[in-house]
Each structure stands twice: as C-alpha cells, then as structure tokens.
C-alpha cells in the first residue's frame, strides 16, 4: 500500500514537473517571439511618411521593410493598435 503512494506521488511530481517545464518552455518562446516581432517592426519606421492624408506612394525601403515582416507579426500589432483606444479611455475609432 506504500509503495502505490509513494509510485502515486512520484508520478503527480512527475507530472507536475512536466507542466511547469512546458509552461516555462511556453513563456520562453513567446518572448522569443515577441523579440523578433519588435526586430521586424523597427524597419517599418521607414513607412512612417506614407501613412500621413496625401502622402505620394511607399518607397522601396518601406516596401521591402514590410515584406520582411512575418504575417503573424503584423496581424498581432494591427490588432494591438486598435485596441489602444479603449485601453486608454478613449473612444473606440472608427474609420469609413
């Protein structure tokens, strides 16, 4: 009967050391990630000036600066910017 407890607890241990190893794993990765992102994002400063009412066409630093940029990277901030209104008391924006 104590050695099935003692195999019972060893195995929840086991288990329990697995999860927190993943979920480090996890954290670790996504920082991983939001690093390259940041890295990616810095190159479309160079966009900056044709994203003003009346700017002429991108440049090729722009264009290539934003093909270089993974999808995931991009949908991801697109997402964070609209939702920086609402985060800051402001009123969701709206555009037609």
């Not at 090729?60 to 270089?68: P, Q, R, V």
């Amino acid at each position: 009967m104590a050695a099935a407890l003692k195999s019972q607890l060893f195995s929840g241990f086991q288990a329990a050391a697995l999860l927190v190893l993943l979920i480090a794993l996890a954290a670790e990765t996504q920082m991983a990630q939001a690093q390259d992102c940041q890295a990616q994002l810095t190159g479309v400063n160079a966009c900056a000036p044709f994203v003003l009412p009346g700017a002429t066409n991108p440049s090729t630093d722009c264009c290539n600066a934003l093909s270089s940029v993974q999808h995931d990277c991009l949908c991801s901030t697109v997402r964070m910017v609209t939702h920086l209104p609402s985060q800051c008391n402001l009123p969701t924006v709206t555009c037609a």
